[in-house]
């Protein structure tokens, strides 16, 4: 028998009534045995067409023969028992149910990803599932529920917006600071992608750290408690970057490395940035063109030297890219441990990525 966390929410009609009637349709699903259900929470909309009235939002624990994409034909058809409309994404809905965990599970086809995608900053699924399994543990952050939600409950967190050149990630960070009136920290330096001169990288990751060191990271410059920060970097990334370094230099990385590392603060939260190779490439195209008038993508721009044709460029920022998500699903690490709320987010519509970020953060709050 499989543990699986359900998340359950509602923002139209009678919402309490919505809720206990999907409960008790799932008590009565052949295999199914409802274990725990939370106590419901009103919360606000995050995300989607303004205007919505609240949610209700609870968590059921329960045990199950079914397959993981079984679970998930079972609850829409709860849903669509319950009259769910599913036109507009995000929008006002009788009832929605999500898969959040299915026991320690990694699963991602195009039809369902578990653990939930999007959960590891939801205070909204986190706090009711912690109610009612507290010590049942998040498969890629490495610790239990109670404990990711421990983490994104910090009192000045740092959210850092993590890609490679040209996902869009400095971007996205300022939208986000914007948007959720938090500090920005931009890097004092882009990656240096296109170098093997290890005093380069050095330099630069001495200066990430100290960007995101504790004092600069909690605090702002007058000494004031900042709220939330927004990072468009983490110093682990220049680690996994460095893997492409040739042995020796990469060696001497290593020595120099490690003590930058422990001295930056851990981000409380990652969003990772991730696009596919045809958009790299016309990101790098774009920026090349539009150099002296605009500074969108100029984190591409130190490549463009480094290869006559962006293509050339292009499949080592997917293999980096590649490496990030393994690292990001590892909450070990050689020097710096992974922060334990990731949320990966497809940033190849730059619009639709900014929105999918700044309601992650919001859903921090």
């Known amino acids: 028998?499989?543990?699986?966390?359900?998340?359950?929410?509602?923002?139209?009609?009678?919402?309490?009534?919505?809720?206990?009637?999907?409960?008790?349709?799932?008590?009565?699903?052949?295999g199914v045995t409802v274990r725990a259900v939370s106590a419901y929470r009103e919360t606000r909309p995050i995300g989607g067409p303004p205007g919505q009235p609240p949610f209700l939002n609870g968590a059921c624990?329960?045990?199950?023969?079914?397959?993981?994409?079984?679970?998930?034909?079972?609850?829409?058809?709860?849903?669509?028992?319950?009259a769910r409309d599913r036109q507009e994404r995000w929008s006002a809905r009788t009832i929605d149910l999500d898969l959040l965990l299915y026991?320690?599970?990694?699963?991602?086809?195009?039809?369902?990803?578990?653990?939930?995608?999007?959960?590891?900053?939801?205070?909204?699924?986190?706090?009711?599932?912690?109610?009612?399994a507290p010590d049942l543990p998040h498969p890629t952050a490495g610790?239990?529920?109670?404990?990711?939600?421990?983490?994104?409950?910090?009192?000045?967190?740092?959210?850092?917006?993590?890609?490679?050149?040209?996902?869009?990630?400095?971007?996205?960070a300022r939208a986000v600071a914007d948007a959720t009136m938090a500090r920005l920290i931009?890097?004092?330096?882009?990656?240096?992608?296109?170098?093997?001169?290890?005093?380069?990288?050095?330099?630069?990751?001495?200066?990430?750290?100290?960007a995101t060191g504790p004092r600069r990271a909690r605090r702002d410059e007058g000494g004031d408690d900042c709220g939330v920060a927004i990072t468009d970097h983490?110093?682990?990334?220049?680690?996994?970057?460095?893997?492409?370094?040739?042995?020796?230099?990469?060696?001497?990385?290593?020595?120099?490395?490690?003590?930058?590392?422990a001295a930056a603060v851990v981000p409380h939260?990652?969003?990772?940035?991730?696009?596919?190779?045809?958009?790299?490439?016309?990101?790098?195209?774009?920026?090349?063109?539009?150099?002296?008038?605009?500074?969108?993508f100029s984190d591409v721009g130190a490549l463009r030297g480094a290869c006559v044709v962006p293509a050339d460029a292009v499949a080592p920022l997917v293999r980096l890219q590649e490496r990030l998500a393994c690292r990001l699903r590892d909450p070990g690490g050689r020097f710096t441990p992974a922060p334990r709320a990731v949320v990966t987010i497809a940033a190849d519509d730059l619009s639709r990525a900014t929105d999918e970020a700044i309601a992650a953060v919001e859903a921090m709050l």
């Open 103 to 132: 026991d320690d599970l990694v699963l991602e086809t195009e039809a369902l990803t578990v653990p939930h995608p999007r959960m590891a900053t939801r205070r909204f699924v986190l706090e009711p599932s912690v109610e009612i």
């Open 269 to 296: 939260a990652i969003i990772l940035l991730l696009v596919d190779a045809d958009t790299l490439a016309d990101r790098m195209t774009f920026q090349s063109r539009r150099a002296a008038q605009t500074d969108v």
């Open 61 to 82: 624990l329960i045990e199950t023969e079914l397959d993981p994409h079984d679970v998930l034909g079972m609850l829409a058809a709860v849903e669509n028992t319950l």
């Open 143 to 172: 610790c239990s529920l109670r404990d990711l939600l421990g983490t994104i409950s910090a009192p000045c967190p740092l959210v850092s917006m993590v890609g490679v050149p040209g996902s869009g990630a400095s971007e996205v």
């Open 234 to 261: 983490w110093i682990g990334s220049l680690a996994v970057a460095a893997e492409g370094l040739p042995p020796a230099e990469r060696r001497r990385f290593d020595v120099g490395f490690a003590p930058l590392a």
């Open 186 to 210: 931009p890097a004092p330096r882009p990656a240096p992608l296109e170098t093997d001169d290890v005093t380069t990288w050095l330099d630069v990751a001495e200066r990430w750290a100290d």
């Open 1 to 30: 028998m499989a543990r699986c966390l359900i998340g359950c929410g509602s923002n139209l009609g009678s919402r309490r009534e919505q809720l206990d009637r999907a409960i008790e349709l799932l008590r009565f699903m052949p």
